[in-house]
């Protein structure tokens, strides 16, 4: 019966929170002056809130807080602020379409670093503050050292599951504990990110690509630096050739070179991909009762719902696989140093 | 905006979103670990270790325990044995001491009896001896009075013991 009362407010509040960012996307149109039919305006809006920007809009029901214009504080034309201009000209010049996809990244490759924090990075900035007070509201211990109290008692049991079951478990007992607060931090980095993303009104920082780059880069370091520190310098690229016959090796160490890129480059697009996924799908359904029908809320929005608390098991999910996947590559490199081309590679 | 140009938007490569993400994992990776982290897994371990302890020693108290156990039941028995010993041989003593003091009693009984005896034999022998002189003199007397003859005392008398000492040595008597 709870779960059942329970199930009907997330519903409320899921139509509730649609019903004004739909209305306001509306608005949108207007402010282009152009009339738009219902499906571009809603997917417009969609597209517009997965995407990161340097407006933070809160699209919240009945609360209108107004946006926080990151442009504006942190520089609004290149040249001010954190929007360097190193080549004169270099941010307003045309991309050709070929560039279009990576326009940010062609743009700062020709000079202009736009190093200004947009949504995501205020999403996350959000979540780090959140993540904190759940920290501090989980600080409760008696005196033998036992967590009083719910957070303490979640904190806890996840770090112990991370340590036991992800560092533990893939690194080993001897070398577990010293990637153990790297791993920790990565599993309530995304967490947190992940699930602030399922609060009405926030933006999931994990959706956005350059933030799960960062982190698949600052994984690929950490592998690399666990290899070199397990095996040397030498028995690190040593161990890119392989155990094969001499004549096999070049081609085997572009196999391994290339195996080194291709895991982290996994590990990012699985995260971003199923962030972007999850909340797009969510909306889509939704938008279902302004595109089609008022009454497909009979079936949109139960669905959406389901896909919200499917949303909330993917969060944890993901930072989960993250954080194990990152554990196991960092075993693997820890591993170069104790068996030297052993039969059981892990790859 | 058309969407394909939105749909860009997102897939869209921010480098400055790349650096600030890692500023801010930086940040916090440090942070954590030296706040939270570090506190929190030394409190596990020193748990984990304390209850590895209790395990320990009340693992080896008791082993203690046990060999106590073991060295009071061995006490004990060997107590109840020392006692069962004891018993036995006090019983033993006894025993002894009893017969030593039967034998005594029944040597001391004898003595009495052999003293008797003795008393008597001797007692016997002065009456006969009595009853001797006393015959001797009863038929010295009769023989005065049949032969109305007074006979030299010292002769007839020595006569009559004569006669009364064979008299004596014959089986008869």
């Known amino acids: ?347 | 905006m058309n969407s394909l140009v939105l749909a860009s938007s997102f897939t869209d490569v921010k480098p400055g979103l790349i650096i600030w993400t890692w500023i801010t994992f930086i940040v916090v990776l440090f942070i954590l670990r030296r706040v939270a982290w570090g506190p929190l897994l030394k409190s596990v371990e020193d748990r984990e270790k304390n209850i590895v302890n209790a395990i320990e020693s009340a693992k080896r108290e008791r082993a203690e325990a046990e060999k106590l156990l073991a060295e009071q039941k061995t006490a004990v028995a060997q107590a109840r044995q020392e006692a069962a010993e004891q018993v036995r041989k006090t019983q033993a003593d006894l025993e002894k001491f009893r017969e030593e003091l039967m034998a005594k009693a029944r040597k001391e009984a004898d003595d009495l009896k052999a003293e008797a005896r003795r008393t008597i034999d001797e007692e016997r022998v002065r009456a006969v001896a009595d009853v001797r002189a006393e015959a001797v003199k009863l038929s010295l007397q009769v023989a005065e009075k049949l032969l109305s003859e007074r006979l030299d005392d010292a002769k007839h008398q020595q006569l009559a013991s004569q006669f009364v000492t064979d008299l004596a040595k014959r089986p008869s008597a």
Not at chain 1, 149 to 173: H, M, P, Q, T, Y
Not at chain 1, 331 to 338: D, E, K, S, W
């Open chain 1, 1 to 347: 019966m709870k779960q059942v009362v329970g199930l009907i407010v997330v519903a409320f509040s899921l139509a509730l929170l649609a019903a004004p960012a739909f209305a306001s996307s509306g608005s949108h149109g207007d402010e282009h002056g152009a009339p738009k039919d219902k499906a571009g305006a809603s997917s417009e809006f969609i597209l517009h809130h997965v995407a990161d920007d340097t407006e933070f809009e809160f699209e919240l029901p009945f609360v209108h807080l107004p946006p926080i214009h990151l442009a504006e504080l942190f520089g609004k034309e290149p040249g001010q602020g954190l929007y360097l201009e190193r080549v004169p000209g270099a941010c307003s010049a045309p991309v050709d379409a070929s560039q279009q996809a990576f326009e940010s990244l062609f743009r700062f490759v020709n000079g202009c670093w736009d190093l200004r924090p947009t949504k995501a990075v205020l999403s996350m900035w959000i979540a780090m503050g959140l993540l904190a007070l759940v920290l501090f509201l989980g600080r409760g211990r008696d005196q033998n050292g036992v967590p009083k109290g719910l957070f303490a008692n979640v904190v806890e049991s996840l770090v112990l599951f991370v340590r036991d079951e992800i560092a533990v478990a893939n690194i080993g007992k001897d070398e577990g504990p010293r990637y153990t607060p790297y791993l920790v931090t990565v599993f309530f980095f995304v967490a947190s990110m992940n699930y602030l993303g399922l609060i009405p009104g926030f933006y999931t920082a994990t959706s956005a690509l350059g933030v799960t780059i960062a982190l698949s880069v600052a994984t690929f370091v950490m592998t690399q630096l666990a290899g070199i520190r397990s095996a040397g310098v030498v028995g690190f690229f040593a161990h890119l050739f392989g155990d094969v016959p001499v004549w096999m090796k070049p081609l085997m160490f572009v196999v391994e070179f290339l195996g080194l890129f291709t895991k982290p480059f996994a590990l990012l697009v699985r995260l971003f991909a199923n962030m972007l996924a999850g909340h797009m799908v969510l909306f889509f359904i939704l938008s279902l009762i302004f595109v089609v029908h008022l009454g497909a809320s009979v079936v949109s929005v139960p669905l959406a719902t389901g896909l919200y608390l499917l949303e909330l098991f993917v969060a944890i999910l993901q930072a989960y696989i993250f954080t194990l996947l990152t554990a196991l590559f960092i075993g693997q490199g820890v591993a170069l140093g104790h068996h030297h081309h052993g039969d059981d590679h892990a790859h």
